[in-house]
Structures are given as C-alpha cells and as structure tokens.
C-alpha cells in the first residue's frame, strides 16, 4: 500500500508502509548513500524486494528508505517516467569494491546496459560515500549533478 501525493503534474510521489527502513544502528565502517531508480516492470515492487535482498546481505546493513518519487526521464526522453528513491547504509567495502558489488545488484535484478539513459529495471548510484571525494575514469563521489536533480534531492529530502 502506497500514499500517493502529486507534488506538480510530472512528480508523483508514494511512501511505502513496506519500503519504510529507520535503523539507526551499525557496526559497519562507512556511511553510504545511495539512488535506486528504473522504469521497466514493477518498480516500486522490485524496491521492496532490493531493500529485503539487501537486509538478508552481511555485508550492508540498510539505516533508511526514502519515499519514492516518479518523475519524467531525462537524457533519452521517450520512455516510461521513472520511479527514485534513496538507501542510506553501512558497510566495510572501499568505494572500488562498493560500485562493483552495485553492478553486480543490478544485474541480478535484470539491468542490461543497452545505451546511455536506457530504460531499466534497476539503476543504482552512489550519491555520497562518507565525507570522501573521489573522481575516477570509473567512479565521481559525490555523484556528479546530485544536486541538480529533482530524483534526488525530493527523496533525500524526505529522510530528514
């Protein structure tokens, strides 16, 4: 079940009794944001189902959910509107090893890499990883344009 509130005609958005974590305790070394987003199939399901995938995964532990937010798609603009929302958590992994474990997520929930800004079933970024900076040929923290974007900052605001 899901409370829908349309903030303007294009951002729609839905807070989930199920998508809902507030634990604020973790051993785990590093602080990690996160954006989850897709546009193919049920998303708002496949987020319930990444956030008790990743609950049952030692080496996360999930501290919150945002509310998931739709919004049109940007980039390559003809397709389906997109469903974000936000995982803080904690883990021990460096950042290296942290993107490639996301990858690996996305890809058991379906994400094939077609073209820049493809539709997806699961797209998932780091936004903030503790308080480092890296810029890599592989790897910006933060996220490059975070800030810009209404599919972040609507669903990060909603953590406070």
């Known amino acids: 079940m899901y409370l829908k509130r349309e903030l303007t005609n294009s951002l729609t958005t839905f807070k989930s009794l ?23 199939g049920d998303v708002k399901r496949r987020f319930n189902h990444l956030e008790i995938f990743m609950k049952k995964d030692k080496r996360v532990d999930v501290l919150r ?6 919004n049109p ?23 290296r090893v ?19 800004n493809a539709p997806r079933t699961l797209d998932l970024d780091i936004i903030f990883f503790d308080n480092r900076i890296i810029k890599t040929n592989k790897l910006t923290i933060p996220h490059a344009s975070w800030s810009k974007r209404q599919s972040v900052v609507i669903p990060l605001a909603s953590l406070r």
Do not use: A, H, W
């Open 65 to 70: 959910t945002s509310l998931i937010l739709k």
């Open 18 to 40: 199920c998508f809902n974590t507030k634990n604020s305790y973790s051993n785990l070394r590093y602080k990690v944001t996160i954006g989850i987003g897709g546009n193919i």
């Open 98 to 116: 942290f993107l490639d474990y996301l990858m690996r997520v996305e890809k058991r929930f379906g994400r094939q890499r077609s073209f820049e």
């Open 73 to 95: 798609p940007f980039g390559f603009i003809d397709q389906d509107d997109f469903f974000n929302s936000i995982l803080v958590l904690q883990t021990n992994m460096q950042p």
